[in-house]
């Protein structure tokens, strides 16, 4: 049992911990937003340690007192009472040791963000571009089972349903630290719409999942964007095709363009585009990150390497396969009406397994 050195780093944690709330009631740190922002979201992510550290320090206490009963204690009855105790916290302490463990391991700080979603039709013309739109139908559904808010900045639609593209802010709880593991290329095997003979026919689309960028975490110089307005176009009422709201940004110095046409008001698509816009010049320093964990961890992929693929969806034989972990489902149309918590609590087990691995080496 590791109880020792892991009680004396909990301990050297609640130092910092109760350092943190010290400063969060001070009213310099208070008046300065960035460092407040900053500071809070440490304390907010040391809490379940804390929380758990104290849970544990308590039981391995009972457990001393038990033990210490069944040394010196005459009385049967309490004998018999302080093994009883010591055979239940036995039990109980590999499993609470190890999410200590993992807990004490530093979590991606992008983890508890919001995040930006981008589908793609890939390779397979219209029936790609309706597979992404069954993609997001999908995404739609796990985040409204997740009472998260998701809210399209841009889309291009597909000939024959579907989109060419798609790309969505998804707002809530730990969105990005959930959704990061759909990042790759999603392929699917069925008879398209369009196909006359029956034949089963290989498409694609690319999903790409960013954490969105907070405010204090990039600083945007606005003399380095370009501003373009132009109609809306597709879906949208009597204005579309009338009025200038759509807006599209031009990052000057990356060469960077987003755009969104969402909204009918200009002023709501400006932010957000601009929005997008940080959360991608900001993503291009986290993909030095990503790179480097991808590279050792199979249950993540770099944004930037479309061509991983990490799932097939085979429609014949009701199959879903995660390729990252071997993980095979035979209940298809329950996972694209947004069942698909099963499969991310597998790639979480898997990641953190992977995480355990290389902090114990």
């Not at 501003?227 to 809306?232: G, L």
């Not at 959360?279 to 480097?292: A, G």
Request: net charge negative; aromatic share 6%; proline share 3%.
């Amino acid at each position: 049992m590791a109880e020792n050195s892991l009680i004396e780093k909990i301990s050297g944690l609640q130092e910092k911990y109760d350092g943190l709330q010290k400063q969060l009631s001070d009213p310099e740190v208070i008046s300065d937003m960035k460092k407040y922002v900053q500071l809070n979201k440490e304390y907010k992510e040391l809490a379940p340690i804390i929380e758990a550290g104290k849970v544990y320090k308590k039981m391995m206490d009972d457990y001393d007192s038990a033990k210490d009963i069944l040394a010196n204690e005459k009385d049967e009855e309490l004998r018999e009472m302080a093994k009883e105790e010591i055979a239940g916290i036995e039990e109980k302490i590999p499993a609470m040791e190890e999410n200590i463990k993992l807990l004490l391991i530093p979590a991606d700080p992008q983890d508890g963000k919001n995040a930006i979603l981008e589908i793609r039709g890939g390779t397979g013309g219209d029936e790609a571009a309706i597979f992404a739109g069954d993609l997001f139908r999908m995404y739609s559904k796990y985040a409204e089972k997740k009472g998260w808010k998701i809210e399209v900045t841009n889309q291009s639609e597909g000939a024959a349903g579907g989109f060419k593209e798609i790309v969505c802010k998804i707002s809530g709880d730990h969105v990005y630290g959930t959704m990061k593991y759909e990042s790759g290329v999603h392929r699917v095997q069925r008879v398209p719409q369009t196909e006359t003979q029956g034949r089963v026919h290989t498409s694609a689309a690319s999903v790409a999942v960013l954490p969105e960028a907070d405010e204090f975490d990039i600083e945007l110089n606005m003399n380095d964007i370009r501003k373009d307005t132009f109609c809306s176009s597709g879906p949208g009422g009597q204005s579309v095709n009338t009025t200038y709201s759509a807006i599209r940004l031009t990052h000057i110095p990356s060469g960077i363009v987003v755009q969104c046409q969402d909204e009918k008001s200009q002023l709501k698509n400006f932010d957000k585009a601009l929005a997008e816009l940080r959360t991608r010049l900001y993503n291009m320093e986290y993909e030095k990150y990503l790179n480097e964990i991808s590279a050792k961890r199979k249950t993540m992929v770099s944004t930037g390497d479309r061509s991983a693929k990490i799932r097939t969806y085979n429609y014949p034989q009701s199959r879903v396969t995660d390729h990252r972990i071997n993980y095979t489902m035979y209940n298809l149309p329950v996972f694209m009406d947004g069942e698909i918590q099963e499969v991310i609590d597998q790639l979480q087990i898997a990641e953190n397994a992977e995480r355990l691995k290389a902090a114990a080496e």
